[in-house]
């Protein structure tokens, strides 16, 4: 598995609420990518994380 293009160790039952939660990353703060698919801000799903999957964790920031 590789966050932000930086492998990381994989282990069964990892959901990306769990990711996030180890990274300590809130999901409402982030918008992230797994494999094709896109979520943005406090959409990101709870779904399970596979060994062979790409996540791309961007944080939002605000500004004018």
Request: hydrophobic share 35%; no cysteine.
């Amino acid at each position: 598995m590789q966050v932000n293009g930086q492998p990381h160790p994989h282990r069964p039952g990892l959901t990306l609420h769990a990711l996030l939660r180890e990274l300590d990353v809130r999901p409402e703060r982030v918008a992230v990518a797994v494999n094709d698919d896109f979520y943005p801000g406090a959409r990101v799903p709870d779904r399970p994380l596979e060994p062979r999957d790409t996540i791309e964790i961007v944080r939002i920031i605000g500004g004018g």
